[in-house]
């Protein structure tokens, strides 16, 4: 009984853990939502900024809930990590790094900033595929990072770059000569853009910088979550505590100590 009792005291101690960092540098949201819809909900990691009709964008423990965990100003820019279609609505999963407010915003209450995504929406026909040698990164085996090529300023500088693992998806060449390549995954960064001509020119012109945000539209096919769906959380907690107190009752009904009778003889 203490074993269950202890197993499920760790279990639920699981369950209310804010974050769980894996490998890769993967950090996924850690609550009853989530956990019971992770295979209907997508990862996003794009950038928006707030645009709600109140003035605000509603952080809510998890999508449908009537109480806001808090709210940000509109405005303010932050990171949508995963999105979901709940109950006919999307909804986004913010880890609020630039706000410190966690929780899930309707979409509806945001704007996309323009990001690689956009970009790819808007020049896919002119991607080819890279048949250089990388040879000016070569040099100083360093480069900077681009949300996308024009992009007012860099994101990151990378440095002592291992060229054995430095790939480029597909390459795109601007309207200046320059070549720039498609990186999906570098050294925990993903879905940059490095200049392949320029690698350490941090004063390339920002001729591409200019985007009001619009609102979002999904590209990728979500699974509806109905809004019925968040009682078997609570119908699984039941079922478990109803489990855990019959164990103990079956215990005391079966496990009873062995008596030996006293007194007189029987007599045949």
């Known amino acids: 009984m203490k074993k269950c009792i202890l197993t499920l005291t760790a279990v639920f101690f699981l369950l209310t853990c804010s974050l769980t960092v894996y490998a890769d540098v993967l950090i996924e949201p850690v609550n009853n939502f989530y956990e019971l819809h992770k295979r209907n909900i997508l990862r996003l990691d794009r950038a928006f900024t707030v645009n709600g009709e109140s003035g605000y964008a509603h952080v809510k423990k998890e999508p449908g809930a009537k109480n806001d965990l808090s709210k940000i100003e509109n405005n303010k820019t932050i990171f949508i990590s995963y999105s979901c279609l709940y ?34 929406e808007d020049h896919a026909d002119e991607f080819y595929r890279y048949e250089g040698d990388y040879g000016e990164i070569k040099e100083t085996d360093s480069a900077f990072s681009w949300a996308f090529p024009g992009a007012d300023a860099p994101e ?25 390549g498609f990186v999906s995954y570098l050294y925990g960064s993903r879905n940059i853009w490095v200049c392949l001509s320029e690698p350490l020119n941090q004063e390339l012109p920002a001729y591409n910088a200019a985007h009001e945000p619009i609102p979002w539209v999904s590209d990728t096919a979500h ?35 062995n008596k030996t009778k006293t007194g007189g003889n029987d007599n045949d």
């Open 223 to 257: 699974v509806n979550i109905p809004k019925s769906a968040n009682s078997t959380v609570i119908l699984i907690i039941v079922l478990v505590a109803a489990l855990v107190i019959g164990t103990g009752i079956l215990i005391k009904v079966v496990w009873k100590p």
């Open 87 to 120: 109950d006919g609505d999307f909804w986004g999963y913010t880890f609020g790094y630039n706000t410190g407010h966690a929780g899930w915003i309707k979409m509806n209450q945001l704007l996309v900033l323009y990001d690689y995504i956009a970009f790819e």
């Open 156 to 180: 990151w500088t990378f440095q002592d770059l291992d060229m054995n693992n430095f790939r480029v998806n597909h390459a795109y060449t601007d309207e200046y000569d320059r070549e720039w």
